[in-house]
């Protein structure tokens, strides 16, 4: 695996690193490279499948930040459902930024959304943050179309987030939801249904969108300012 790693760190580009490290401050500079992530998703593409793909899946925890990015692709590449799961579990547990995790987007999960939702349930209790956060994830990725269940958001609103990054997934689940399912979502963001925070982060998110109309922005104005009342 070391010749991975080379690899990797041939491909360095210093501005890209700083660039980076600013925005993913879990992350100490030391332990980014500075890789794009289009140069990660085609090197993933490269190396699938081969022996030393597999050995580098089974070796975890990584160092540099980019070989995660690496992980997860190559995850996404897997395609059997039960190998994905299995991996993923593996994985979950040493991811330490929002930019790995929101990234990761295994394929086949379009194709087992049944079965995807039992996976969520339980990371969604997880002690791993960002194994919370990538559930929320993909509640806000593959549920909100014909597979929405009213229970999803009265699920989120019940958690009362300590960790940032969990908080604001949840403001960025509500925020589109609202987008896709407006009369659904509306009176969470009205009532007192979700924690303070996290509301004001998905309303602010909502204001900035350009997927919901001027009419329904100036009624979430109208809410904020009733809360203030």
Known sequence: ????????????????????????????PDRII??????????AKEIAGSEAAEAFLQTLPHFYCEENHLHAFLIERI???????AALDAFLPFVDNWATCDSLSPKCFRRHRKELRGEIDRWIVSSHPYAVRFAIKLLMTEYLDDSFLPSDPARLAEIQPDEYYIRMMIAWYFATALAKRYDDILPYLRG???DPKTRAMAIRKALESYRITDEQKAELRMTVREKRV
């Open 192 to 194: 007192n249904r979700m």
């Open 79 to 85: 395609g059997d459902y039960e190998k994905t799961i």
């Open 34 to 43: 500075g890789v794009r992530i289009p140069a990660l998703r085609a090197y």
């Open 1 to 28: 695996m070391e010749w991975i790693t080379e690899r990797l760190l041939s491909m360095k580009e210093e501005s890209y690193k700083r660039f980076t490290a600013a925005l993913i401050p879990t992350v100490t």
